[in-house]
């Protein structure tokens, strides 16, 4: 993997919050940089995965270990997906 520098322009009380004392540090913050692109639709779990360099379920657990949920749905929202899919089924019989 190829790694290049870039120069970001942020609060000065960030700059040692930006240096990251460990690979597994690194790895999270550049994760975090993509979040925003995966949370808009912008760019899928699998190609953020594939910039970082890692698996799409790494990246997903590496989500979830900071608390960003995989899936956006919540419980009756997927209650309703199951329902409707259900009803597709028996359509198709």
Known sequence: MTYVDVKIKVPDGMLKYL???????????????????????????????????????????????????YLSMDISEAEDEVEEWDKLKRAMV
Do not use: Q, T, V, W
């Open 19 to 69: 240096k990251p004392h460990d690979k597994k540090a690194e790895l999270e913050r550049n994760a975090l940089l993509l979040y925003p692109y995966i949370n808009n639709r912008i760019i899928s779990h699998g190609k953020a995965a594939e910039i970082l360099g890692i698996s799409k379920y790494d990246l997903i657990e590496l989500y979830d270990n900071m608390g960003f949920a």
